[in-house]
């Protein structure tokens, strides 16, 4: 027997899903002890605020810090500077507060420690080009690779090469200093080298790499970033540098944890969970396809599993804009699975960003109902041309159906759920 209505339950388990990784509760049993110098903590991410506040609670002895936040997610700390910048498009903040997070962590000694907080969005707000480069050149780059479909390990990848700080850079610079990396994962495969642009782990791509990603993507602009690449005269600190041979990462939140969360929830409700991966890629309208092929078996044949069942899946999708909509991963999800779905009777789901922010909006996500697509008619809202435009957002805004929570100050990835009644 189910409780509580389809709506509730999704956003029951979307509440979970965010709350296991919020910084209060997974970072504390992380910390490393005190060291014998200097505690310096620096860091960058979404998450980077609240998980200074949660160090600050917990931290025996004396500390001094800076990190960068998204503008909006700064949280009240004592002895840990925040600085608030843009994101997904890096600005001056960013800019300036990278340079003086490089700069603290230079001169150290054996007997200081470096405490780096990392989390989703760092790469954006952790911007400091590279010798010769711009900031202006960075935002294009950004811009360009974020319209172009790349998914987050690719654009890191490039952003790795175009940065005085990022690829392990930061953690060279703080050498012969201990660096311990605290790290909410937001990645598909939880690759600290992926998250932020791994500003402390040993990077294993080459310029080469980063050249091949925007060939692939047909970007040429701006010309200044081509030529940087293909000079390849600063390569990242590879895996073995011995400036690097002191440092250690601990990963304190993965989406994993979340859908396992959320799978809790969803079983004390009555319903079968079952996790199709924490780690999906893709077309987020190609990932709803396969999402609703999935949904219909279970509501046809009993497959892979019986309704009263959840369907949960994480990681990261991209979205190709070729519209003139605002784009956003979940909310494209969506509407494609609304589509494809075409009103199947009992089936509901709900996808959000679990940091509160799909794509660039203030909206977390979205949720669909067997009648999401009746009711859109009803209002004069085409979802097959909504889809074509990219407007996932706008589709949504007009039913009323957006999932909106602020900033949850954590970032796990993407969370989906698609909700199957018997």
């Known amino acids: 027997m189910t409780t509580g209505t389809p709506r509730d339950v999704l956003r029951r388990m979307f509440d979970a899903a965010v709350a296991s990784a919020l910084p209060s509760k997974c970072l504390p049993a992380h910390l490393p002890p005190p060291p014998k110098g200097r505690t310096i903590v620096i860091g960058a991410g979404k998450a980077s605020a609240a998980m200074a506040r949660a160090v600050e609670e917990h931290w025996p002895g004396e500390l001094e810090g800076l990190v960068v936040t998204r503008y909006g ?21 960013g800019r300036e507060a990278a340079e003086r997070i490089l700069k603290r962590v230079q001169g150290l000694s054996e007997d200081d420690l470096v405490l780096c907080l990392i989390s989703g969005g760092g790469s954006s707000l952790l911007t400091l080009p590279a010798p010769g480069l711009t900031l202006q050149d960075k935002q294009a780059i950004n811009r360009a690779l974020l319209a ?11 952003r790795k090469h175009l940065s005085a700080i990022k ?44 050249v091949a990603i ?37 990963m304190i939140a993965t989406p994993q944890m979340a859908l396992e969360a959320a799978a809790a929830v969803a079983r004390e409700a009555g319903y079968t969970p079952l996790i199709l991966g924490n780690a999906l890629e893709g077309e987020s309208r190609d990932v709803a396809m396969v999402h609703s092929g999935i949904a219909r078996q279970v509501r046809g044949f009993h497959q892979p599993v019986k309704a ?31 589509v494809a779905l075409d009103g199947l009777p009992g089936v509901y789901a709900l996808a959000g960003d679990t940091d509160g922010i799909d794509g660039a909006e203030e909206t977390a996500g979205a949720i ?48 989906r759920a698609i909700l199957i009644e018997a």
């Open 73 to 93: 997610h700064r949280v009240a700390t004592d002895r840990i500077e925040i600085v608030e910048a843009a994101h997904p498009v890096p600005d001056l903040a």
């Open 214 to 250: 925007l060939h692939k993507y047909r970007i040429t602009e701006p010309a200044a970033v081509l030529q940087h690449l293909e000079r390849a005269a600063d390569e990242t600190p590879k895996p073995g540098d011995p400036r690097l041979a002191r440092c250690e990462t601990h």
């Open 368 to 415: 669909v109902t067997p009648d999401t697509l009746a009711r859109a008619a009803a209002r004069g809202v085409d979802a097959k041309a909504r889809l074509a435009d990219n407007d996932g957002h706008g589709f949504f805004e007009a039913l009323g159906d957006t999932v909106v929570t602020g900033p949850t100050l954590t970032n796990v990835n993407d969370f």
């Open 148 to 158: 172009s479909g790349a998914n987050i390990t690719e654009m890191n990848c490039v």
């Open 167 to 210: 690829g392990g850079r930061l953690a060279a610079a703080a050498a012969p200093a201990k660096v311990v990396t605290l790290t909410i994962s937001d990645v598909p495969g939880d690759d600290p080298a992926v998250i932020a642009s791994g500003p402390t782990i040993a990077d294993r791509t080459t310029f080469a790499d980063a």
């Open 308 to 338: 009263p069942c959840v369907l949960l899946s994480g990681g990261e999708t991209t979205v190709t804009v070729r519209g003139k909509g605002r784009g956003g991963r979940n909310v494209e999800f969506l509407l494609a699975l609304s």
